[in-house]
């Protein structure tokens, strides 16, 4: 397909434990955003991957919050020892680089993630 | 930090009126602007956007003018149908080449027939 892919749509875990998010951002897209959408916070920037750049890290809300992209396309947002405050929707978005201004961001349809 | 500040939802309206909906924003620089549209069971979507100050982004009906003196961005439909119920989302990426959104907490919209 031509948009964002996230995968799963649905994940329902248990509270401890881990689980992995996975984006596919279109093709051609160097650049790769994670968002978190959740009742009372709104959308939240978590991470931002642009090329072979370091990632900006400055929105993950703990050290149990990680993601990689490898291969320059393909991204999993890792959550360890889930909480059940870390129930949201977490968006991916992705968009092209332009050396003169922001491109707008295309989003996946997101996976909704239920901590019990 | 930058922010953005738009309406509170959430709005309803009768098919045909007159739509908008508020959005300011605070940050350093020269921020992009932007709407993004979530329809019931859709992704979040680009309605329209603006780069630099007096710039109109349009789309669908929909206007938004980036007002740099008064660090606003409001959103304006002139007749509004059923199918623009939605959520609408104000945001900004705070300058060229940081482009990480920072979003309102969106306005809820109802269009009755």
């Known amino acids: 397909g031509a948009g964002v892919s996230q995968s799963p749509s649905n994940k329902v875990t248990e509270k401890g434990k881990d689980v992995e998010l996975r984006c596919d951002p279109i093709?051609?897209?160097?650049?790769l955003y994670w968002y978190r959408q959740s009742l009372g916070q709104g959308l939240e920037f978590l991470i931002y991957?642009?090329?072979?750049?370091?990632?900006?890290k400055s929105g993950l809300p703990s050290d149990r919050f990680s993601a990689e992209r490898t291969g320059g396309s393909v991204s999993t947002l890792t959550i360890q020892r889930t909480q059940q405050e870390d129930s949201a929707v977490y968006l991916c978005?992705?968009?092209?680089?332009?050396?003169?201004?922001?491109?707008?961001?295309?989003f996946g349809d997101g996976t909704r993630l239920s901590i019990l | 930090g930058d922010s953005v500040t738009q309406m509170e939802g959430p709005v309803t309206l009768s098919e045909e009126a007159f739509l908008t909906i508020n959005c300011t924003y605070t940050?350093?620089?020269?921020?992009?602007l932007f709407w993004y549209v979530q329809y019931p069971g859709e992704g979040l979507q680009l309605l329209l956007k603006?780069?630099?100050?007096?710039d109109k982004g349009s789309n669908k009906g929909f206007e938004a003018t980036y007002r740099k003196e008064t660090t606003s961005f409001h959103l304006e439909k002139g007749s509004v149908q059923v199918s623009d119920s939605a959520v609408y989302f104000c945001?900004?990426?705070?300058?060229?080449?940081?482009?990480?959104?920072?979003f309102g907490t969106g306005t809820r919209l109802t269009i009755i027939p």
């Open positions: 978005a992705s968009s092209l680089t332009s050396p003169h201004s922001n491109q707008p961001q295309h």
């Open positions: 093709s051609g897209h160097t650049a």
């Open positions: 991957f642009q090329g072979n750049s370091a990632p900006d």
């Open positions: 940050a350093t620089g020269y921020p992009s």
């Open positions: 603006a780069t630099k100050a007096d």
């Open positions: 945001a900004l990426a705070a300058n060229f080449g940081n482009e990480k959104l920072t």
